[in-house]
């Protein structure tokens, strides 16, 4: 994941800290005020087109700690199909295998 989060930071002129893997079960990533970007290890389900659409989200909070406006222009303008990704990402839990949480 480290490799591909820094392609995409590179190809898009974002700036990021570093990248922490964590095992969490409500959360797929955050962003910290310093450029730390947290990913959730269960990410590695996902098809790669979502999981690159989810670093892209939390590179995109990098340049804007929230959601607002400006925030999504600039997902939609490194990301234009988004929106489904967030669907898909949203019903992605069904791709982690049932064993990652016993």
């Known amino acids: 994941m480290q490799a ?4 995409l930071a590179a190809q898009h002129g974002f700036a990021f800290g570093r990248l922490q893997l964590r095992f969490q079960r409500t959360r797929w990533g955050s962003c910290s005020r310093r450029g730390a ?6 990410g590695a389900f996902q098809p790669q087109p979502v999981l690159d659409y989810l670093m892209l989200h939390e590179l995109a909070h990098t340049r804007h700690m ?3 406006a400006a925030y ?3 997902v939609e303008s ?4 988004w929106r489904a990704l967030d669907r898909e990402l949203s019903r992605g839990w ?3 295998p049932s064993w990652v949480f016993s």
Do not use: K, M, T
Request: aromatic share 4%.
């Open 37 to 42: 970007i947290s990913l959730n290890v269960c």
């Open 66 to 68: 929230d959601h607002s």
């Open 78 to 81: 490194v990301c234009p199909g």
């Open 94 to 96: 069904r791709h982690v």
């Open 72 to 74: 999504w222009q600039a």
């Open 4 to 7: 591909r989060l820094a392609e």
